[in-house]
């Protein structure tokens, strides 16, 4: 009897701490979770859409208690890098830049995304582009574009037409001055503006033509002073200078936005940026994007598509981190919230169909759809450092009453050799 009255004590004493342990893990299971998620967009329509899907989200899963946060402006990267190695990852982040996915992924920071549902809803040939050996690390979701951005309806008004060498856009801007309008708001106190404008001349006569032209460059294996198409790009742009925004170097993005936004200014270089950055503030304005020119032949003359970068689940240890992740991912990319971000943020966005879109995104897929584009998804651009380099010099040497385009390469080949 005393043994089968311990045995009985012993089997309640198991079912006490079976009960108590089954407790406790269903009131962990209950504790909200906390997941973090860092964007990188600064136009307001996309700052709209992004709080759209948060709030979505939110409602949806209140045990989740999900923070939106914006990647600092110019040292995102490095940021990021700082979070990881003091173990405070975020879950989801956005990453852009082919050798940056690279080198994450080799690091195992990146989640395999392979066989989410939500992939089912995009673009396979947009996919590719976050894809490092066969997994799926990245949601390319989007192309950002450069082109010339111009306001319909000045060019209505007075039948002007799109230009399709570089000498009618040389015509088009005398034209403009004519008639009192500034052909080009410039916003080149912001950095990134002066080389986009750059880069659209460059890309087509340099990288379209050499996909190792930037890591040639990087790695020093060919020289700016040596590159005829480099130098007769910067030239291009250096010759626009007459038709540029009073105080050009003194006026950042916001305020070359404000120009077009207020009809002073007909035309503005940053593609896809300047739709969300204009539209976001006034849906109503009619914008399109032309190609912009590249000497005299028309071929030449190619939108530049960049699949942009994209967010990332990070491979996080915790179980219920990473399910909760893959549930804001299945939100950020449901066929509801691409469709939101097509209409609120401008975007164009790799829909498996893609719905309503602004005319300057038409005029967009019209370029892709007759194949007349650039596309630099794959290619290993310049790292941050050698952008930097490019974006120091250039505004330099647009600072001068001549144009050097030999004292720029000159400069540019004498920087890269030093970050060398």
């Known amino acids: 009897m005393k043994k089968k009255g311990r045995n009985l004590i012993f089997l309640g004493l198991c079912v006490f701490i079976i009960m108590n ?12 979770i906390e997941l973090t998620w860092y964007y990188v967009s600064e136009e307001q329509g996309a700052q709209r859409h992004i709080e759209w899907v948060a709030d979505r989200f939110r409602s949806k899963y209140p045990q989740i208690r999900l923070k939106l946060k914006k990647l600092p402006s110019g040292n995102g990267p490095e940021f990021l890098s700082s979070l990881i190695a003091s173990d405070r990852a975020p879950d989801v982040f956005y990453i852009s830049g082919y050798s940056t996915i690279r080198d994450y992924e080799a690091s195992g920071h990146l989640y395999n995304l392979n066989g989410q549902p939500f992939l089912e809803n995009l673009d396979k040939d947009f996919l590719e582009y976050g894809q490092i050996k066969g997994k799926q690390v990245v949601v390319t979701a989007s192309y950002d574009v450069l082109g010339t951005v111009y306001n319909k309806e000045i060019f209505g008004r007075y039948g002007l037409e799109i230009p399709k060498t570089y000498s009618e856009l040389i015509a088009l801007c005398d034209k403009l001055l004519d008639l009192g309008i500034i052909p080009f708001a410039t916003g080149l106190k912001t ?16 990288a ?17 002073c040596n590159d005829t198409e480099f130098k007769d790009s910067f030239r291009l742009l250096y010759n626009l200078k007459p038709y540029f925004s009073d105080q050009s170097l003194e006026t950042d993005w916001n305020s070359a936005l404000e120009l077009m936004l207020e009809g002073k200014t007909a035309m503005i270089c940053g593609g896809s940026q300047a739709v969300d950055g204009i539209l976001g503030k006034n849906p109503d304005m009619q914008l399109g994007i032309f190609a912009t020119p590249v000497l005299e032949d028309e071929e030449e003359a190619r939108i530049v598509v960049i699949p942009a970068g994209g967010n990332v689940l990070f491979n996080s240890t915790d179980k219920r981190r990473i399910e909760a992740g893959l549930l804001l991912m299945n939100e950020i990319y449901s ?12 975007r164009f966005v790799a829909l498996q169909e893609t719905g309503d879109s602004s005319d300057a995104l038409k005029d967009v897929e019209r370029y892709i759809q007759s ?7 794959n290619i290993e651009t310049f790292t941050k450092e050698h952008t ?12 001068y009453e001549r144009e050097d385009a030999d004292g720029f390469a000159e400069s540019l080949d004498n920087a890269f050799n030093a970050e060398k």
Not at 338 to 345: D, R, V, Y
């Open 371 to 377: 194949g007349q584009i650039f596309n630099r998804g």
């Open 388 to 399: 930097n380099i490019i974006r120091n010099e250039l505004l330099k040497y647009l600072s």
């Open 208 to 224: 379209g033509k050499d996909d190792q032209w930037y890591s040639d460059k990087m790695k020093l294996q060919s020289q700016f």
């Open 191 to 206: 950095g990134w503006t002066a080389e986009a404008f750059l880069m659209n001349f460059a890309e087509i006569q340099c």
């Open 335 to 346: 066929e509801e919230a691409l469709e939101h971000e097509i209409k609120t943020a401008n």
């Open 21 to 32: 342990i089954a407790f406790i893990y269903r009131k962990w299971q209950t504790v909200p």
